[in-house]
């Protein structure tokens, strides 16, 4: 009976299945038709403005170039999609004009920056990335689309999945940190947030993969700058997320800035032509970087606009953001022949499927809903939502003295330092159209958690920059009176993000000095930061028993922050990106490779430094909880593996402390010996899994052979037979550890 009642039901699921394939493929043809059809009617310099890309003058995130008139560009059929364009009125406005106004009416995409929520603003993206925790990123990324789409946006620029090794470099704070496993898995998770299963509906919106490739690897940690990667980096660290946005059906790629192997990115047909749209066989668009097309010129590849124009559509990039070359010098590059028509066909094809894919051509107003601006952007339902993501991207760093959670036996609370009654520099970089006034501040969110019994006194006591010292003794004196001293300290939120680069990572002006005069009244602190990438610590790490990473957490950083002082949510943020000791020590990062002089304690000729250890002083993987967690031996279902065989890893997690908690099991192999070197553990899977105090539970992995191959540099893969170690743990720096052999040929 049982098994009848499964057959059938398997049989439900496979016509249903069947038919959702079926109409998905009925739909795609209508689509493409659709396009075609379009196409058709279209005039060679209609199919060059719908490559073109304009920014808004109201908000630009770039230096404007043209003072063109937006309206009368569309009017004159040269605007394809806008960007920056701000709220529901002025974008209806502008619809209006090309749908009413244009030959064909065709509607315009408009384009924004939603990198971690619109209004409504979630934590920077590596500070969610710290959450390992997929299901919430995309729920982050959900409410982002949500309120985007309600007022007038339908593409934003996100995920930035660069991977990226260097904390000097700004942009560290829009990505997912420094590892290409738990970076691709994120990449997916942010894009299935932003669209949804249905690009149609009203309020998903079309993702962006950027910057495509290698932005994050850019010399000395400076924007922009020189990039220099070989092919095997590329493939084994900088494509992955990128590959893996495709796979997830991220509808757009943008190109970066850098150069790659002497070509910048924009202009590589090697990458974007060959690897994107032929070796992944990408269908949707491209557009450039701000200008990027342009920037060919500055770069030294193209001696004009002309120039710039011929490479970047040559190489596959389907649309000119800001760059005014396309419209101003593809119509003529073809009618000489020197373009191909074919090239523009194919760009014009791509960019008319997102549209039909977002349903602007059957409704261009669709995005633009006041009644929904108003009942959903801030809404209650969104805050909860990202206060959760806030307080699930928490590290704890240190918490020697077990002052954390903070008592109830604290009735005098001081509270000092520049970020703590600073809700405008919680939001972070990037934060769309997100607004201080709506934030919680750290001293708000402490003020409201704590009873009435409970005294809050503040200080501010220095600028985040510059040498005033005037205020110290004032925050010296809070700190006197208090039982305990919550210190706020970090960056302002344009310290990281774009062209934010710096050299120096220490707290910046004179922070670690207040530090050091709180310090000195020997009342414990808790040292609270707030800053957009990895900070060096060094000092601090050694001088100050209570540390917590809070990053830039956006709207509900004050109430997340209370959360966790107080205890109502136990810390379990994991790092995504190493700290270093020093700037000298940069790039430091777990998977690093062993050399042919590993080091060796008291040993002169091995790698490493006369002043510094070789590892960072907070790892990939690191992050503390109220409570601790104990691993079991690791069990392996057989020491030797078949290529078709699976692996199963088991090891039991016990809470041992005195709090319930949540805690990220972290699973790292070792090839160690293989026709190319490899890391000394890379990240292949983890599992977060919540245990109340005395609970303990059988978690297990499970590997296969994609898990132990590499790409080689021409993008093929490989896995030598031989030993493997396999380690697990709650950091990389804490595992059990077990070894297999993986044999060749069949069983
Ligand atoms: C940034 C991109 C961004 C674009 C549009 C550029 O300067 O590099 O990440 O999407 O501006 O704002």
Same mark, same amino acid.
């Given at each position: 009976?049982? %098994?009848?009642?499964?057959?059938?039901?398997?049989?439900?699921?496979?016509?249903?299945?069947?038919?959702?394939?079926?109409?998905?493929?009925?739909?795609?043809?209508?689509?493409e038709?659709?396009?075609?059809?379009v196409?058709?009617?279209?005039?060679?310099?209609?199919?060059?403005?719908?490559?073109?890309?304009?920014?808004?003058?109201?908000?630009?995130?770039?230096?404007?170039?043209?003072?063109?008139?937006?309206?009368?560009?569309?009017?004159?059929?040269?605007?394809? $999609?806008?960007?920056?364009?701000?709220?529901?009125?002025?974008?209806?406005?502008?619809?209006?004009?090309?749908?009413?106004?244009?030959?064909?009416?065709?509607?315009?995409?408009f384009?924004?920056?939603?990198?971690?929520g619109?209004?409504?603003?979630?934590?920077?993206?590596?500070?969610?990335?710290?959450?390992?925790?997929?299901?919430?990123?995309?729920?982050?990324?959900?409410?982002?689309?949500?309120?985007?789409?309600?007022?007038?946006?339908?593409? +934003?620029?996100?995920?930035?999945?660069?991977?990226?090794?260097?904390?000097?470099?700004?942009?560290?704070?829009?990505? $997912?940190?420094?590892?290409?496993?738990?970076?691709?898995? @994120?990449?997916?998770?942010?894009?299935?947030?932003?669209?949804?299963?249905?690009?149609?509906?009203?309020?998903?919106?079309?993702?962006?993969?950027?910057?495509?490739?290698?932005?994050?690897?850019?010399e000395?940690?400076?924007?922009?700058?020189?990039?220099?990667?070989?092919?095997?980096?590329?493939?084994?660290?900088?494509?992955? =997320?990128?590959?893996?946005?495709?796979?997830?059906?991220?509808?757009? !790629?943008?190109?970066?800035?850098?150069? %790659?192997?002497?070509?910048?990115?924009?202009?590589? +047909?090697?990458?974007?032509?060959?690897?994107l749209?032929?070796?992944?066989?990408?269908?949707?668009?491209?557009?450039?970087?701000?200008?990027?097309?342009?920037?060919?010129i500055?770069h030294?590849?193209?001696?004009?606009?002309?120039?710039?124009?011929?490479?970047?559509?040559?190489?596959?990039?389907?649309?000119?953001?800001?760059?005014?070359?396309?419209v101003?010098?593809?119509?003529?590059?073809?009618?000489?022949?020197?373009?191909?028509?074919?090239?523009?066909?194919?760009?014009?094809?791509?960019?008319?499927?997102?549209?039909?894919?977002?349903?602007?051509?059957?409704?261009?107003?669709?995005?633009?809903?006041a009644?929904?601006?108003?009942?959903?952007i801030?809404?209650?339902?969104?805050?909860?939502?990202?206060?959760?993501?806030?307080?699930?991207?928490?590290?704890?760093?240190?918490?020697?003295?077990?002052?954390?959670?903070?008592?109830?036996?604290?009735?005098?609370?001081? @509270?000092?330092?520049?970020?703590?009654?600073?809700?405008?520099?919680?939001?972070?970089?990037?934060?769309?159209?997100?607004d201080?006034?709506?934030? @919680?501040?750290?001293?708000?969110?402490?003020?409201?958690?704590?009873?009435?019994?409970?005294?809050?006194?503040?200080?501010?006591?220095?600028e985040?920059?510059?040498?005033?010292?005037?205020?110290?003794?004032?925050?010296?004196?809070?700190?006197?009176?208090?039982d305990?001293?919550?210190?706020?300290?970090?960056?302002?939120?344009?310290?990281?993000?774009?062209?934010?680069?710096?050299?120096?990572? +220490?707290? =910046?002006?004179?922070?670690?000095?207040?530090?050091?005069?709180?310090?000195?009244?020997?009342?414990?602190?808790?040292?609270l930061?707030s800053?957009?990438?990895?900070?060096?610590?060094?000092?601090?790490?050694?001088?100050?028993?209570?540390?917590?990473?809070?990053?830039?957490?956006?709207?509900?950083?004050?109430?997340?922050?209370?959360?966790?002082?107080?205890?109502?949510?136990?810390?379990?943020?994991?790092?995504?990106?190493?700290?270093?000791?020093?700037?000298?020590? @940069?790039?430091?990062?777990?998977?690093?490779?062993?050399?042919?002089?590993?080091?060796?304690?008291?040993?002169?000729?091995? +790698?490493?430094?006369?002043?510094?250890?070789?590892?960072?002083?907070?790892?990939?993987?690191?992050?503390?909880?109220?409570?601790?967690?104990?691993?079991?031996?690791?069990?392996?279902?057989?020491?030797?593996?078949?290529?078709?065989?699976?692996?199963?890893?088991?090891?039991?997690?016990?809470? %041992?402390?005195?709090?319930?908690?949540?805690?990220?099991?972290?699973?790292?192999?070792?090839?160690?010996?293989?026709?190319?070197?490899?890391?000394?553990?890379?990240?292949?899977?983890?599992?977060?899994?919540?245990?109340?105090?005395?609970?303990?539970?059988?978690?297990? !992995?499970?590997?296969?052979?994609?898990?132990?191959?590499?790409?080689?540099?021409?993008?093929?893969?490989?896995?030598?037979?031989?030993?493997?170690?396999?380690?697990?743990?709650?950091?990389?720096?804490?595992?059990?550890?077990?070894? !297999?052999?993986?044999?060749?040929?069949?069983?």
């Amino acid at each position: 009976m049982i %098994v009848k009642e499964m057959k059938r039901m398997a049989l439900c699921l496979f016509l249903l299945l069947f038919a959702g394939s079926v109409w998905s493929a009925a739909k795609e043809d209508r689509t493409e038709q659709r396009v075609d059809s379009v196409l058709r009617l279209m005039t060679l310099s209609e199919k060059i403005g719908q490559m073109n890309q304009v920014s808004s003058k109201e908000d630009p995130t770039g230096q404007l170039t043209e003072c063109s008139n937006e309206e009368e560009l569309i009017r004159s059929g040269q605007v394809g $999609s806008m960007l920056n364009v701000v709220g529901v009125e002025r974008t209806r406005h502008l619809q209006e004009i090309a749908v009413n106004d244009t030959r064909l009416h065709i509607p315009l995409i408009f384009a924004l920056d939603v990198v971690h929520g619109y209004k409504t603003i979630s934590p920077v993206p590596l500070a969610e990335s710290c959450s390992w925790d997929m299901d919430l990123i995309e729920k982050s990324a959900r409410v982002a689309a949500e309120e985007a789409t309600a007022s007038g946006i339908q593409w +934003t620029f996100a995920p930035m999945v660069d991977i990226a090794r260097d904390p000097r470099w700004g942009r560290v704070m829009e990505g $997912s940190g420094e590892d290409p496993y738990l970076g691709s898995a @994120i990449a997916k998770a942010r894009v299935r947030g932003f669209q949804g299963t249905d690009l149609s509906a009203y309020n998903t919106m079309a993702a962006c993969a950027k910057h495509f490739v290698g932005y994050g690897a850019a010399e000395g940690g400076r924007d922009y700058n020189t990039v220099d990667i070989s092919k095997q980096r590329l493939r084994e660290l900088y494509l992955p =997320p990128f590959s893996a946005a495709a796979d997830a059906g991220v509808a757009t !790629f943008m190109n970066s800035f850098n150069e %790659v192997m002497g070509v910048p990115a924009t202009g590589s +047909t090697y990458l974007v032509r060959d690897i994107l749209k032929g070796e992944w066989n990408f269908p949707g668009v491209v557009v450039s970087d701000w200008g990027s097309v342009a920037e060919l010129i500055p770069h030294g590849v193209a001696e004009d606009k002309c120039d710039a124009a011929q490479l970047a559509v040559t190489a596959g990039c389907d649309m000119d953001m800001e760059g005014y070359c396309y419209v101003s010098s593809l119509e003529k590059l073809v009618l000489e022949g020197v373009v191909s028509e074919s090239l523009i066909d194919d760009a014009v094809r791509r960019i008319l499927r997102l549209k039909f894919d977002l349903g602007l051509f059957d409704d261009p107003y669709r995005y633009c809903d006041a009644e929904r601006e108003k009942a959903e952007i801030l809404s209650a339902e969104h805050r909860k939502v990202v206060r959760e993501m806030a307080c699930k991207s928490i590290v704890l760093l240190e918490n020697r003295e077990g002052i954390l959670p903070l008592d109830n036996r604290c009735k005098n609370i001081g @509270i000092v330092g520049p970020l703590a009654d600073n809700p405008d520099d919680m939001l972070g970089s990037w934060c769309a159209r997100g607004d201080g006034k709506d934030a @919680i501040g750290i001293l708000q969110g402490i003020k409201q958690a704590v009873g009435k019994g409970v005294r809050i006194r503040y200080a501010k006591g220095c600028e985040i920059e510059g040498d005033d010292r005037s205020g110290f003794s004032e925050a010296v004196q809070v700190a006197e009176n208090s039982d305990v001293v919550i210190v706020c300290v970090g960056e302002n939120r344009f310290m990281s993000g774009e062209a934010a680069s710096r050299t120096r990572l +220490t707290l =910046p002006g004179v922070q670690r000095e207040l530090l050091k005069a709180i310090k000195e009244t020997g009342k414990p602190i808790v040292l609270l930061l707030s800053n957009g990438r990895p900070l060096v610590l060094d000092w601090e790490k050694e001088n100050i028993g209570t540390i917590v990473e809070c990053w830039q957490l956006g709207s509900e950083a004050g109430n997340a922050i209370a959360d966790v002082l107080f205890g109502k949510y136990n810390p379990s943020g994991k790092l995504t990106m190493s700290f270093p000791y020093n700037e000298g020590q @940069i790039p430091v990062y777990y998977n690093a490779k062993s050399t042919g002089r590993p080091y060796v304690p008291n040993v002169r000729y091995v +790698t490493r430094y006369l002043d510094c250890p070789n590892v960072s002083l907070y790892s990939f993987g690191y992050g503390l909880s109220y409570t601790r967690f104990e691993y079991g031996e690791l069990k392996l279902d057989k020491d030797t593996m078949f290529p078709g065989e699976k692996l199963r890893i088991d090891v039991s997690v016990a809470n %041992v402390g005195n709090y319930d908690g949540e805690e990220t099991v972290q699973l790292y192999i070792r090839d160690v010996c293989s026709k190319i070197t490899r890391p000394e553990k890379e990240l292949k899977g983890f599992k977060k899994v919540f245990l109340k105090k005395g609970e303990r539970t059988d978690i297990s !992995f499970e590997l296969s052979l994609a898990d132990l191959e590499y790409v080689l540099a021409d993008g093929s893969r490989e896995s030598d037979p031989g030993l493997f170690e396999v380690f697990v743990g709650g950091n990389p720096d804490d595992v059990k550890k077990a070894e !297999f052999i993986l044999v060749q040929g069949d069983k």
